[in-house]
């Protein structure tokens, strides 16, 4: 005979809320890893949002170096002997004819001479910023190397000094052709500078007591 059973209807309903319960708990699981999941990937986002605002500043600061450099480069370029006066601060002369001369020590540098004063820049109405950026070396007394080093500062050739504010490169130069020797302007890196604002010296050392070394220099400005 068939096995008849009768399931009260409290049973019934219990079956029905086990079965329920384990439903809702095991959504309850799976909705907290879901909650757990979408906590992660918020924390990811976070993350590269955060990379994102990196980047961004990293590409504003290679886009303004690229643009320094491209001022650089391609830019106005003025070029500067000596001013026959150098009594004020207007030291240099625009086209002028008459080179720098700068004289060593004994195996030492010598005095540092005025080549950019306050009153040489701005050249261009409007530009704030300069610096030396080369230098065409046209006659020196000595076949022997010669250091050059370039000194600015807002005071004094001494202050520039002890302030590490300078930059120098070494050259030897063929008296009897020094043009041809040097070859061409050489290229000097100093920091941009405030016009109106700071100086340039240049001195020399070599091992000859009084050895001189005859420049013409070139300059840049930029509006920022």
Do not use: C
Not at 66 to 76: A, K, Q, S
Not at 84 to 94: C, P, V
Not at 117 to 129: F, H, L, Q, R, Y
Not at 131 to 154: C, G, K, N, Q, W
Request: no cysteine; proline share 4%; hydrophobic share 45%.
């Amino acid at each position: 005979m068939r096995d008849l059973r009768v399931i009260s209807v409290a049973d019934a309903l219990t079956d029905y809320d086990a079965a329920t319960g384990a439903e809702a708990t095991a959504l309850a699981t799976q909705n907290t890893g879901i909650i757990a999941q979408n906590a992660a990937i918020i924390v990811q986002n976070t993350a590269l949002a955060a990379q994102n605002v990196a980047n961004a500043a990293q590409n504003v600061a290679i886009l303004a170096e690229t643009n320094e450099i491209e001022r650089h480069i391609h830019n106005h370029e003025h070029w500067f002997g000596i001013s026959g006066d150098q009594s004020g601060n207007d030291w240099a002369l625009e086209h002028s004819l008459n080179p720098f001369r700068a004289t060593s020590g004994n195996n030492d540098f010598g005095t540092a001479i005025k080549v950019i004063g306050t009153a040489d820049t701005p050249i261009t109405a409007g530009e704030v910023k300069f610096d030396l950026h080369r230098m065409f070396l046209v006659d020196a007394s000595e076949p022997t190397p010669f250091y050059v080093r370039v000194i600015f500062h807002a005071t004094s050739s001494a202050a520039g000094i002890s302030a590490d504010s300078l930059s120098d490169f070494v050259i030897a130069v063929d008296p009897t052709n020094p043009q041809q020797s040097s070859g061409y302007p050489l290229e000097v890196k100093i920091p941009r500078l405030d016009v109106g604002v700071d100086k340039v010296w240049v001195d020399v050392k070599n091992a000859t007591n009084n050895a001189t070394l005859d420049f013409f220099i070139g300059v840049h400005e930029y509006p920022e």
